[in-house]
């Protein structure tokens, strides 16, 4: 099956094919920084991820932007009261941003954009609205006009004229000649305290939705491949992102746009204002390993919803554990020495890399992909346990593994490599043990273990894995 996405504009999954042969552009909406990210936040970015990894796994090249919000209501509101400039306020969370991405082993987009450093576009951009008569000037700032744009609704599929439920439309607050347009620019006031730009129309910032119109098409292109965000960007953020940008270039935006479902806890969207998240260090403190935290908001699929329990995540140091011990026993190979090659060992590669392959290119079905890595595990542990995999044999398995984890980031990590010192102590451990000198052998152990590793004998010798 080739690969297909569910687009959320026709609702239905469809083939993809990239603008340019091999080259993918995909926009991904990103955080604002004004706090630390919950592991809700999290989920969106690790589906961006695995949808990456897993179009470089297919050959494609990838042009990955993601923007920082560093200019909206909230980074204002905390930086004064913090006592610190805007970009002082901002630079500390997304430093924070930056260094749980790569605790999460989240690979870094191409540029991550930032709305202060795009003010230029965004004027230009909501000049040239002005210009085509698409926005208008109102007291408190310049607007979008929904109702001159036909196509209006198209990703969300709202209609104009009903009333929209659950979205904030302050009707009353602004001078706007409708309530659901939305403000490209909006003039200073005296909340905004210095946080200010002069523009042909008047000294101001930036609305949010522009900012990411402006980023995509500044460092992407008018048309490109793919945009991704959670459910809750569908309307209004990504449907405005739309009408500017296909209202000023006369072209179309976007050709597949991706959503991830939400991480609950208790039923409830996982959400800064409800106070029911976890930040990633929230979770560190208590222990957990970054890549049982990975391997939970990675492990369903990215349209389902994602009950987070504390559960879910020693289940996932399960898997984890899982993993380590399998590449550990893989290498145990090497320690033995009457292996034979197995024949079939290629056969049951192949047949596990086409069964992943064809869950992911069917929308990124995740949890199909890891149960036929499951089973190939599963498969291969018996005939470990029987002796009947030779070195090569070893050596293609952890192959096939690191490929598969070039989609999941979660198993051959730094986390999982074994210092030299370590197996230089289980080795003296193993002659000690051989010659039966128990009590060398037991202090040896001991100080593995207080070094943060575990040690296991096993039939054929000992295997090593962390903590
Ligand atoms: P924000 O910083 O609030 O704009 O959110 C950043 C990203 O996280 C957006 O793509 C949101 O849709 C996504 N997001 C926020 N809360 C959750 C959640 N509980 N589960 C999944 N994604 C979320
Ligand atoms: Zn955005």
Redesign the pocket.
């Known amino acids: 099956m080739p690969l297909q996405f569910y687009n959320t504009l026709t609702q239905k999954k469809e083939l993809f094919k990239p603008i340019e042969k091999n080259l993918v552009k995909m926009y991904n909406?990103?955080?604002?920084v004004y706090n630390y990210?919950h592991i809700?936040?999290f989920?969106?970015y690790i589906c961006s991820d695995i949808l990456k990894r897993y179009l470089l796994y297919k050959g494609f090249a990838v042009k990955q932007i993601m923007n920082i919000?560093d200019v909206d209501d909230k980074t204002i509101r905390d930086s004064q009261k913090e006592g610190l400039s805007l970009q002082e306020f901002t630079d500390k969370y997304t430093q924070a941003f930056f260094e749980d991405l790569e605790k999460l082993n989240i690979g870094r987009a191409d540029v991550f954009p930032r709305a202060t450093q795009h003010i230029h576009g965004i004027i230009n951009l909501t000049k040239k609205l002005l210009d085509n008569g698409i926005a208008y000037q109102a007291k408190d700032g310049i607007y979008f006009s929904i109702n001159k744009f036909k196509n209006y609704g198209k990703l969300s599929k709202i209609k104009l004229n009903e009333t929209i439920t659950g979205v904030r439309v302050k009707n009353d607050e602004y001078d706007k000649e409708n309530a659901q347009d939305f403000a490209l620019w909006k003039f200073w006031n005296e909340k905004d305290g210095d946080c200010v730009w002069e523009s042909h129309f008047g000294k101001g910032r930036p609305g949010w939705h522009i900012e990411c119109s402006v980023m995509a098409m500044q460092h992407l292109a008018e048309h490109f491949d793919i945009h991704t965000?959670?459910?809750?960007?569908i309307f209004p953020h990504h449907e405005n992102e739309i009408a500017q940008s296909e209202a000023a270039t006369g072209k179309k935006f976007v050709n597949y746009w991706l959503h991830?479902?939400?991480?609950?806890v208790n039923g409830k969207?996982?959400?800064k204002s409800l106070g029911n998240f976890f930040t990633l260090c929230d979770l560190l403190t208590q222990g957990y390993k970054t890549r049982a935290i990975r391997y939970l908001l990675l492990s369903s699929h990215y349209r389902q919803q994602l009950n987070f329990t504390f559960q879910g995540i020693e289940a996932a140091e399960k898997v984890i554990e899982k993993f380590d011990i399998f590449f550990a026993s893989l290498d145990e190979v090497k320690k033995r020495d009457n292996t034979v090659e197995n024949e079939e060992i290629e056969k049951i590669i192949q047949r596990a890399k086409e069964q992943f392959e064809q869950a992911m290119d069917n929308d990124l079905e995740i949890s199909q992909g890891l149960a036929a890595i499951f089973e190939f595990i599963r498969r291969i542990n018996v005939l470990l346990s029987e002796n009947k995999i030779g070195l090569k044999n070893a050596a293609a398995v952890v192959d096939f593994m690191k490929k598969i984890d070039s989609v999941l980031g979660v198993m051959h990590t730094e986390e999982s490599v074994i210092p030299r010192e370590i197996i230089m102590i289980a080795e003296e451990r193993e002659k000690a043990r051989k010659k039966k000198d128990f009590a060398v052998s037991d202090r040896l152990r001991k100080e593995i273990i207080s070094k943060g590793y575990i040690l296991d004998d096993t039939n054929t010798g000992y295997r090593l894995r962390k903590k």
Do not use: Q
């Open positions: 909406c990103g955080p604002t990210a809700g936040n989920r969106a919000t965000g959670g459910i809750d960007l991830n479902e939400y991480i609950l969207k996982m959400s």
